[in-house]
């Protein structure tokens, strides 16, 4: 059963471009999750998606917005980004919204602000 | 409402105990852990749900004391695998006593074995 998949897995980008990154969930899982991680601040709650609904989002400016595709399929983008934004961002799959379950992550999409 | 997590990091030798805390000042539904190597994603170790059940991996344990919001990790006889980052994740506790339906996770413990 392949894994959560991100990508791109490397890019870099100019401050005020924008960034759209891509996460593939594991087969049949219908939740996704998004997480900011920079040193030191851990992993970071961007939002959440099920059924192609935003079901909750962190504290981040608006510069930050998902969606979620019928397939369960995720991206993420980011705009008029700022050299704050490069960090690693990681996908998370889940078979429900949570509850007791079990997320598993991609590899992330590491993204350097220039 | 970010879960705080004690040691930030630890250094142990080759067979050595620790031990990893994860508080919470919110009324929890479960508690989730990761430990995350280097450059690579965070792999699950463990769920503790309140109510007491757990799931994971069955060389970990860990506990969960609903009443205090308090989570500890137990990793004995460390190996130098158990080497990484390790990661609580909480699930606050919505109403009708279920989830608020996301992870929010601690900054992490730093956990070096050496040889």
């Known amino acids: 059963k392949a894994g959560v998949t991100q990508t791109p897995r490397y890019l870099i980008k100019t401050r005020g471009q924008q960034v759209t990154l891509s996460c593939s969930p594991i087969?049949?899982?219908?939740?996704v999750s998004w997480y900011q991680q920079t040193p030191g601040q851990g992993l970071q709650f961007l939002f959440e998606?099920?059924?192609?609904?935003?079901?909750n989002k962190g504290n981040f400016p608006g510069r930050f917005s998902g969606r979620q595709f019928s397939n369960s399929r995720s991206e993420m983008n980011v705009s008029t980004l700022e050299l704050g934004d490069s960090a690693l961002y990681l996908c998370?799959?889940?078979?429900?919204?949570?509850?007791?379950?079990?997320?598993?992550f991609g590899e992330g999409s590491w993204l350097t602000v220039v | 409402q970010q879960p705080v997590q004690s040691p930030q990091a630890v250094i142990l030798r080759e067979g050595e105990d620790a031990v990893i805390n994860c508080s919470s000042s919110?009324?929890?539904?479960?508690v989730h852990w990761y430990r995350q190597k280097h450059g690579e994603a965070p792999v699950f170790l463990m769920i503790?749900?309140?109510?007491?059940e757990q799931k994971g991996h069955e060389k970990i344990s860990a506990s969960f004391n609903e009443k205090k919001q308090q989570s500890s990790l137990y990793l004995t006889a460390s190996q130098l695998s158990y080497s990484g980052t390790y990661f609580c994740?909480?699930?606050?506790?919505?109403?009708?006593?279920?989830?608020?339906?996301?992870?929010?996770f601690g900054k992490g413990t730093k956990l070096s074995v050496k040889p």
């Open positions: 087969s049949g899982h219908r939740s």
């Open positions: 919110k009324a929890l539904y479960s």
């Open positions: 998370a799959s889940s078979p429900a919204r949570q509850g007791g379950h079990t997320i598993y």
């Open positions: 994740g909480t699930e606050i506790e919505g109403g009708y006593g279920g989830s608020q339906g996301n992870l929010i």
């Open positions: 998606y099920f059924s192609e609904t935003q079901r």
């Open positions: 503790l749900l309140k109510g007491g």
